[in-house]
């Protein structure tokens, strides 16, 4: 290998570890928003159930 393949071979080492930095990242965005999608459903029906409880109490 010359001097010009070693470097050709490293950059594309270093574009498929920029390309997993970028997949993890966008990994972790959608996991959190999911969680935090999950975690607004789930006040929201709690906040609904406790409306629709106190109307039939009332």
Do not use: P
């Not at 574009?15 to 459903?41: F, H, I, M, P, W």
């Amino acid at each position: 290998m010359n001097i010009t393949q070693v470097r050709e071979h490293l950059h594309r080492l270093i574009d498929e570890v920029d390309d997993l930095y970028v997949l993890n990242g966008l990994y972790r965005t959608l996991v959190a928003d999911k969680r935090q999608r999950e975690s607004y459903e789930k006040e929201q029906l709690e906040k609904a159930k406790k409306q629709s409880g106190g109307r039939r109490s009332g």
